[in-house]
C-alpha cells in the first residue's frame, strides 16, 4: 500500500496569508485527491489532482482560494489562499492506488487566527 | 438532498462483544461503499470494500453487509478488543463518480 507523508502537519496562520501543504507518496499513483475535515463533520473532497492536467474542483471550492499543483506521480501541493478563521480545518491528501481503494495522508492541521 | 447517516452517539461495548456501526444512505446509487478506521490526529486507513452486488465481505474479525434495498451497510467487529477503539467512517462511490462520500462517522470504544 502507498504510503503518504504531508508537510506541515501542523500550523498556525494569521488571517489573509496563504499556506501550501505538500503531500508526497512514495509510489507513482494516478489519481491523488485534496479533502477537508472540519471539527464534527465528514471529510469533504476539495479537488481531485491529476498529473499533466488541471484540477477538479468539486462544489463550493474554486481554484483562486484553493489553487492545487501536480507536477509528478508521486506529489502534489494544495494552497489555501487568503486564508479566514472558517479554513481552520485539517486538510488531507489521499492516492488511489490499486482498485478503488484510496490511501490518506496524516493530515495538516491549519488554524487561522 | 443527499445524506450518509452513521450513528451519531458513541458506541461503548466491552472486550469480546461483537460491535455493529450502521451506515445510511438517501437518494445515493452507490456503485460500492467503503469503512474506514481513523484514529485521532491521523487520516483514515482503509478496511473493506463491498460493491453493491455484493451481499457480505469478511476480512479476518471484520465482516460488513450491504443491503441496497434498505439503503445500508452494517459493519461488525467481532470479538473486539481495546485496540479496535477509533472513528469508523462508512464512505461511498457512486456510478456517476469516483469521489468518495463520506459520513461523519462512528466513535467506537473497547472497555477491558
Known amino acids: 500500500s502507498a504510503v503518504i507523508s504531508q508537510k506541515p502537519s501542523r500550523d498556525i496562520c494569521q488571517r489573509g496569508t496563504s499556506l501550501t501543504i505538500q503531500c508526497q507518496v512514495d509510489?507513482?499513483?494516478?489519481?491523488m485527491f485534496w479533502y477537508r475535515q472540519q471539527p464534527g463533520q465528514s471529510l469533504t473532497l476539495i479537488a481531485t489532482?491529476?498529473?499533466?492536467?488541471?484540477?477538479?474542483?468539486e462544489s463550493g471550492f474554486v481554484i483562486d482560494k484553493f489553487p492545487i499543483s501536480r507536477p509528478n506521480l508521486t506529489f502534489s501541493t494544495l494552497t489555501v489562499s487568503n486564508m479566514s478563521p472558517e479554513d481552520s480545518s485539517i486538510y488531507l491528501c489521499?492516492?488511489?492506488?490499486?482498485?478503488?481503494?484510496?490511501?490518506f495522508g496524516p493530515g495538516t492541521r491549519l488554524l487561522v487566527l | 438532498s443527499q445524506k450518509i447517516e452513521q450513528n451519531s452517539e458513541a458506541l461503548n461495548i466491552q472486550e469480546g462483544k461483537t460491535a455493529t456501526l450502521t451506515c445510511n444512505y438517501t437518494?445515493?446509487?452507490?456503485?460500492?461503499l467503503q469503512w474506514y478506521r481513523q484514529d485521532p490526529g491521523r487520516g483514515p486507513v482503509f478496511l473493506l470494500l463491498?460493491?453493491?452486488?455484493?451481499k457480505e465481505k469478511r476480512k479476518e474479525r471484520l465482516k460488513v453487509t450491504f443491503d441496497t434495498t434498505l439503503k445500508q451497510s452494517l459493519f461488525h467487529i467481532t470479538a473486539s478488543q481495546p485496540a479496535d477503539s477509533a472513528t469508523y467512517l462508512c464512505a461511498l462511490v457512486t456510478h456517476s463518480g469516483y469521489a468518495l462520500n463520506f459520513g461523519k462517522g462512528t466513535s467506537l470504544l473497547v472497555t477491558p
Open positions: 509510489s507513482q499513483v494516478t489519481m
Open positions: 463491498i460493491r453493491e452486488n455484493e
Open positions: 437518494n445515493y446509487s452507490p456503485a460500492y
Open positions: 489532482a491529476n498529473q499533466g492536467s488541471e484540477a477538479t474542483y
Open positions: 489521499s492516492a488511489e492506488e490499486g482498485e478503488e481503494t484510496q490511501y
